[in-house]
């Protein structure tokens, strides 16, 4: 499979397949790195310029905007704890932390190296591993899903520093809010106290630039206003680390890049999971003298190396079974489908010139975004030596203008506020955003895999489990995450 | 002053001769002003993709631009809230897209709307997606819906079919078996969108797959899957060896997805017109009806009579069916 990967790898270099990816790549950084626009909005917007173009150009377009947003998204969350897509809310914790003690481009250079080769490696995991690999994503069941989402819940015992707690009520707070909407399984309205803006549920992106962007500018806004957020007013202009960083990092970056790969094969899962699972897991390999939750370096090669991990193995179910994993997935399969390419195995046969061109063009796409990012990033660093009383509000403006534009839904507006606030206070009373929002993402996967593992297993759960191996992989995991969670870590004890 | 006389005058002719160029304007040019066409779901889902397929070619038609509004929430009635309450003078450069069955959740009691069909000022029909049966390609139960059917009667409760959530096209089509097939007896497992029906009927977490033909065409080239029915009043041009459901139980079981637009209420009849011929015409288009084919979105336009025909059989179908008493 790979050697005949191999005789499209020249295509990449055709002038219209450059200018794509450089297009693709502009769009997905700026797109990303606004919160609230996020990558599935940049890919559909670029679907209409895409048509003028022959497919693989038009899918090149798409995937390098697909893997330029999901790392833009990280630069808004390190630099200003306003998370640009789902994918970076993890980021966002130690790399704001990391701004936050004037070490912005050391946070940006390792976000960069983690994204750039955390996406190379994908791509070529994708290029050569495609078919067999789509097979894994058929071994996932509503047991499986209702087990990662518990083993994605194991996460908050580590994310929420302080009090574990404190940590597990946000957590619980987070999947109470999860159940409002309209319940698929019966069409009622849940906890929506007839208030229209209740009724498909409450958006992971509203909840996340409310509890980050618009929560840390309602922080901001206390003290001085002539102070800056890092308290530097000169940026270095090493961009790129340099060995001895990387190999400090090294096993962290493994760690990100795995998580995120195998993920990434996990349908609707992937995604919005494998960072908290890669921050977690470094959490739990701390030593002493690690500054978890005060700008760890590790955790944030780690959260960078996941979400860019995942992007390329996030396509491969999409391309081999027809099955796009999430939504940006989703906008690329409508876009193969418009170009008359049908999704699924025989693309491999009969068009392989279209679909390893565009693998390779993901690949190359990858190492462009590497070039740009170093030079937007140092450019955008600059806003953490604006003074923090004109960086609030500007932070406050975003938020609500990104929240609104990409569904111009004025109640996401008002929920988005409403999740400020409450971060705001829980920031103040050391309760753990990140419990609340992962109990909201993983919530419905959790209640999905339930109820339809009650379904399929006849309301014998336990015996269903047991006939699976991969559900029992996943039982033993989180036996043990949960026992080793209790065990107190050598760098609690200081 | 005399010089200061004449500019006035001059002024006040220009400044007429200006205004009735505009009111000629108003009068015989419309549209003025770029149109909105409000899509009431988030970027990059289906419909989505089908309008700002269709924008460009109804921009021809009309000679403004037209641009894809997202008015995302409330299952769509974020948008349909504010569609039914436009004023035909300051919203007539707005068009709303409206799904059926989507937009009869209204007729759900728990939902507590107020709006009808009736307060919509639909214009066309769109696109029309039948809803299809697939089992698994090779399954020894059952090959065929007769079999399908048979199979279920000697083993109630026994097979799963995924589905997407309760109140939409796909479940109405299994409703509507369960009330008049007796011993249609079936688990039910549903989910918000095609890829976790796709991904567990091919991974046989369950037995059978409700779906639209649009979605399911290209599994069933791969030869994964194999439609057995089709859930409308006549065979499917993409499917002509699929038999409908009527055909194999003389049960006119009809139910599929659709996408109308609607505009304005009161607003005038020359501009509706205007509208309404630049819609049929960009519909007709082969550029877009050829994309629209790789799209696998089975395009039918509907106007007047005819368009509200097929919408209230959809509403009587739905009240007949009446998802909301079955579930507990």
Same mark, same amino acid.
């Given at each position: 499979m790979d050697i005949v990967a191999l005789n499209y790898l020249g295509n990449i270099f055709d002038v219209a397949n450059l200018l794509a990816m450089l297009l693709g790549v502009l769009v997905g950084l700026i797109i990303g790195a606004i919160?609230?626009?996020s990558p599935p909005m940049a890919i559909a917007l670029m679907i209409p310029v895409s048509f003028q173009f022959p497919p693989e150009t038009a899918l090149i377009l798409l995937v390098s905007c697909f893997a330029a947003g999901i790392y833009g998204g990280s630069f808004s969350a390190i630099l200003l704890r306003a998370p640009g897509t789902s994918a970076s809310a993890a980021s966002s914790i130690e790399g704001y932390e990391m701004t936050r003690r004037g070490k912005a481009i050391q946070a940006i250079r390792i976000s960069t190296f983690a994204s750039v080769v955390g996406g190379i490696i994908s791509g070529f995991v994708l290029l050569i591993l495609a078919p067999p690999l789509a097979q894994v994503a058929l071994l996932f069941g509503p047991a499986e899903y209702f087990l990662v989402a518990i083993l994605g819940l194991t996460a908050i015992a580590s994310v929420s520093f302080g009090s574990v707690f404190k940590g597990l009520l946000s957590g619980a707070f987070g999947l109470l809010i999860s159940t409002i909407g309209i319940d698929q399984y019966s069409g009622f309205p849940r906890f929506? %106290?007839? %208030?229209v803006g209740f009724e498909a549920g409450l958006g992971i992106l509203p909840a996340i630039i409310g509890l980050f962007a618009f929560a840390q500018a309602l922080e901001l806004s @206390?003290? @001085?206003?002539?102070?800056? /957020?890092?308290?530097?007013?000169k940026l270095s202009w090493r961009i790129w680390p340099d060995l001895g960083e990387i190999s400090r990092l090294r096993w962290s970056l493994i760690r990100g890049w795995s998580v995120g790969l195998v993920m990434g094969v996990i349908p609707a899962a992937g995604g919005s999971v494998a960072q908290w699972i890669a921050y977690a897991w470094e959490i739990r390999r701390a030593k002493p003298g690690d500054k978890f939750g005060e700008g760890e370096p590790k955790g944030l090669a780690a959260t960078e190396g996941s979400n860019n991990g995942v992007t390329g193995t996030s396509l491969v179910p999409m391309f081999v079974l027809g099955i796009p994993g999430g939504i940006s997935a989703a906008v690329i399969f409508g876009a193969l489908m418009i170009h008359g390419l049908q999704p699924g195995l025989r693309l491999f046969k009969n068009s392989p010139e279209i679909i390893y061109t565009i693998m390779w063009g993901f690949i190359a796409a990858n190492v462009i975004m590497g070039f740009f990012a170093i030079f937007l990033a140092r450019i955008m660093a600059y806003l953490t030596v604006i003074p923090r009383g004109l960086i609030a509000p500007l932070i406050m403006i975003f938020s609500v203008i990104g929240t609104y534009a990409g569904?111009?839904? /004025?109640y996401d507006v008002w929920i988005m506020i409403g999740f400020g606030v409450i971060g705001y206070l829980m920031m103040k009373t050391n309760f753990s955003t990140a419990g609340l929002l992962l109990g909201l993402i993983l919530g419905p996967i959790a209640e999905d895999g339930m109820r339809d593992l009650l379904i399929v297993s006849n309301n014998a759960p336990v015996s269903y489990i047991l006939t699976r191996p991969i559900s029992l992989v996943l039982v033993v995991s989180i036996a043990f995450i949960i026992y080793i969670s209790f065990k107190p870590q050598p760098w609690q004890e200081k | 002053m005399k010089n200061i006389k004449r500019f006035f005058s001059s002024l006040v002719i220009a400044s007429a001769m200006v205004l009735s160029t505009i009111g000629i304007n108003v009068a015989y040019a419309y549209p003025t002003e770029p149109i909105q066409l409000v899509? *009431?779901?988030? *970027? #990059? #889902?289906g419909a989505d993709r089908t309008f700002r397929l269709f924008a460009p070619y109804l921009s021809e038609e009309l000679g403004v631009p037209v641009n894809v509004v997202n008015i995302a929430g409330g299952g769509g009635w974020v948008a349909w809230a504010q569609a039914v309450k436009w004023d035909a003078e300051k919203d007539d450069h707005k068009l709303q897209v409206v799904n059926l069955p989507h937009v009869l959740s209204m007729l759900d009691p728990r939902m507590k709307r107020t709006e009808t069909l009736e307060d919509f000022n639909f214009l066309a029909w769109h696109s029309l997606d039948p809803c299809i049966w697939a089992v698994r390609e090779g399954d020894e139960r059952f090959q065929s819906l007769a079999e399908f059917l048979d199979y279920v009667a000697k083993n109630p409760n026994e097979v799963i079919i995924s589905s997407t959530a309760v109140g939409s096209d796909d479940h109405m089509g299994i409703a509507f078996a369960e009330k008049n097939i007796p011993d249609f007896k079936v688990r039910k497992i549903y989910a918000n969108g095609d890829s976790k029906k796709i991904q567990e009927v091919l991974a046989g977490t369950s037995d059978a797959v409700a779906g639209n033909v649009g979605y399911y065409v290209p599994q069933f080239m791969e030869g994964k899957l194999r439609p057995i029915a089709v859930l409308s009043a006549e065979r499917s041009p993409n499917l002509p060896s699929v038999p409908t459901f009527a055909e194999v139980t003389g049960l006119m079981n009809i139910s599929y997805a659709g996408r109308t637009l609607a505009t304005a209420p009161g607003l005038s009849e020359e501009k509706r017109t205007i509208l309404l011929d630049a819609i049929k015409r960009a519909l007709a288009n082969p550029e877009y009806v050829m994309k629209e084919m790789n799209n696998k979105n089975p395009l039918m336009f509907k106007e007047g009579d005819e368009l509200w025909a097929t919408l209230r059989s959809s509403k009587a179908m739905v009240e007949k069916v009446k998802f909301w008493e079955m579930e507990e």
């Open positions: 919160p609230g626009l929506t %106290f007839d %208030f @206390e003290g @001085e206003a002539k102070n800056t /957020i890092s308290g530097v007013q569904t111009n839904n /004025i | 899509v *009431p779901f988030k *970027p #990059g #889902g």
